[in-house]
């Protein structure tokens, strides 16, 4: 009977951490979009985390994607949908924000001991508010989403 109570509270007790761990976030949420190293500026949002609601490179309006909403987060390729800003013909910014396609997509590891990643991101978005849906682009013209491409791979 003494063993039976011991080996319950033990079960309780490392339920009741796992519970905590994950509660506080110390259990990571995996994949992750790409790494924070990718656009390492102090105002860039949303790299290296889990299922971001916006990405900002640090950069120009149009490098800022809010409201997104993903499907398939964490099979092969994830789709999202959001609000950017995309240039007028002759310079400057469309008034407003336009609907943003993304896909991410390579499932991997950024870091040998790093969290499942995309590791691609891809991107396409009207040429003037309210026109179709344009080619899909690689985001930022990286080739990944793990490491800047001004910044050579350790």
Not at 3 to 8: F, K, N, S
Not at 98 to 113: F, K, P, Q, S
């Amino acid at each position: 009977m003494r063993l039976i109570v011991a080996v319950t509270f033990a079960l309780a007790l490392s339920l009741s951490v796992v519970t905590a761990a994950a509660a506080n976030g110390s259990t990571p949420k995996v994949p992750v979009l790409g790494s924070h190293q990718v656009y390492p500026g102090p105002g860039s949002v949303g790299w290296g985390t889990y299922k971001p609601a916006t990405i900002f490179n640090g950069g120009d309006p149009s490098s800022d994607v809010t409201h997104i909403t993903w499907t398939g987060w964490g099979s092969s390729t994830a789709d999202g949908h959001g609000k950017s800003y995309i240039f007028k013909p002759n310079g400057g910014y469309y008034p407003g924000s336009v609907t943003i396609e993304l896909r991410a997509a390579n499932l991997g590891h950024c870091t040998a001991d790093g969290p499942l990643a995309y590791e691609h991101l891809d991107a396409r978005e009207p040429n003037k508010p309210g026109g179709k849906l344009g080619k899909w682009f690689r985001w930022g013209g990286n080739t990944t989403v793990c490491r800047s491409s001004f910044v050579p791979a350790p």
